[in-house]
């Protein structure tokens, strides 16, 4: 087989033409690893291990940030002013990976909800990844301050505002906000809001068995 030079050029250019394509990566690239993610917070594993696993009514002492409900997603949304999605989203990265740290630490080494644990931990830092990827493509803009004086809360041992909240409350908070806040990877079936909180009360079964 002979391969001219032009075909060689043709080649190279190929490659420099696919190349960049490959290591942009856009807001869809998020979706494998929340897909992954969102599999292993289904309801059956978060009652399995953040429910039966422990004792009963057992709670874990967090920040008062925390406690990140879909509520809390609107009322940012309307207090801060060009607050735009991807703070929320950075926001509730931090946040789910302070709780699971929580979690984490009140398990001992054998514990049976402490390999799920460190896995959500794992396929967190993984979104992580990916989101970093995706952001350092957006111009540097700092996020607004009043989401930085949350970080900044979440982040310091010695804030005060603590509350004492079941684990699987603090897993299904994670669960649902994150389907309101990476609506792009989760299409809400027609008429449905996953940023309504009545979306996620009780009773609303039909429309989402697994919430
Ligand atoms: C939840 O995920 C586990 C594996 O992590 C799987 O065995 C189980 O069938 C899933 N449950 C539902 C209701 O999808
Ligand atoms: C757990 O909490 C519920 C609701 O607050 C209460 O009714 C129940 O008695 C508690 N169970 C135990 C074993 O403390
Ligand atoms: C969410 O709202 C609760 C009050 O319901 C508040 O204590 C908490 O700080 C809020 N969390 C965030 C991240 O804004």
Redesign the pocket.
């Known amino acids: 087989m002979t391969c001219s030079a032009a075909c060689l050029v043709g080649l190279l250019l190929g490659c420099l033409w696919v190349m960049p394509m490959v290591k942009m990566s856009t807001p869809a690239d998020l979706c494998k690893p929340m897909h992954t993610l969102k599999a292993s917070l289904n309801f059956t594993n978060r009652r399995q291990y953040m429910k039966h696993n422990f004792p009963i009514n057992y709670t874990i002492r967090v920040?008062?940030?925390?406690?990140?409900?879909v509520?809390?997603i609107s009322?940012?949304k309307a207090r801060i002013k060009g607050v735009q999605v991807e703070d929320l989203q950075e926001?509730w990265l931090l946040?789910n990976q302070e709780v699971l740290k929580k979690v984490v630490g009140v398990l001992p080494e054998r514990h049976p909800s402490r390999r799920y644990s460190c896995n959500l931990e794992d396929l967190l830092g993984k979104v992580q990844q990916v989101f970093q990827m995706v952001q350092d493509r957006r111009d540097e803009s700092e996020p607004p301050e009043q989401i930085q004086e949350?970080w900044e809360?979440?982040r310091d041992p010695e804030a005060a505002?603590w509350?004492w909240v079941k684990p699987k409350a603090l897993l299904d908070n994670c669960y649902r906000t994150m389907h309101c806040l990476f609506n792009d990877c989760f299409q809400a079936p027609e008429q449905e809001d996953y940023c309504d909180v009545r979306h996620w009360r009780k009773g609303n079964k039909k429309q989402h068995p697994q919430a």
């Open positions: 920040h008062y940030e925390e406690v990140f409900r509520s809390n009322r940012l926001l946040v949350i809360r979440v505002g509350k």
